[in-house]
């Protein structure tokens, strides 16, 4: 019998239309319904917009999961969750209704056409590492070699990222 390995992977998930908060709680929902074992989760920020910011306010969430899929099978999983709750791609950094990132997959550096992990642009990201800072600040990311709490504090994003009121952070 082969013995299953649970994988520590860390997930960002955002939304920016709709009714965010639920979108976000029922992306977590289906993510644990799949084989996700739900560990911690940060709270809930409030965030503008970056890279296109002319569009609603996000809200956005790391949440640390435990897995035995891989690398490419929780990247189908995540597009899956983001389809059944009617994701549509309107092209790069454009408003929606749920977005799940995979962050880290353990320490995995991952470098294939449709996956790369460590996700190449956490380090420039506020809206990510303040969250990320809030779970795991002494990890080491595994391609820079700094801490995420090293990371947010020369972070060049300078964007505001606030705890969400009525922030309903509670440990699964």
Excluded at 98 to 104: E, G, H, V
Excluded at 143 to 154: C, F, H, Y
């Amino acid at each position: 019998m082969t013995e299953r390995v649970e994988n520590d992977i860390y997930l960002l998930l955002g939304s920016n239309l709709g009714d965010r908060e639920a979108y976000l709680k029922n992306g977590i929902d289906l993510l644990e319904s799949r084989d996700f074992e739900i560990m911690d989760r940060s709270s809930v920020y409030s965030t503008r917009a970056w890279g296109k910011t002319d569009q609603p306010t996000f809200l956005n969430q790391v949440i640390h999961v435990r897995s035995s899929h891989d690398p490419v099978t929780v990247l189908s999983q995540l597009l899956q969750v983001e389809n059944l709750l009617g994701r549509k791609r309107n092209g790069k950094w454009g408003p929606r209704n749920i977005d799940i990132d995979l962050l880290f997959y353990g320490k995995s550096v991952i470098d294939l056409p449709e996956l790369k992990v460590p996700h190449p642009e956490l380090h420039l990201r506020r809206f990510t590492l303040e969250p990320l800072n809030q779970l795991i600040p002494d990890f080491s990311h595994p391609v820079l070699g700094k801490t995420i709490s090293e990371l947010l504090s020369e972070c060049p994003d300078h964007g505001e990222v606030r705890l969400h009121q009525g922030n309903g952070r509670s440990n699964p």
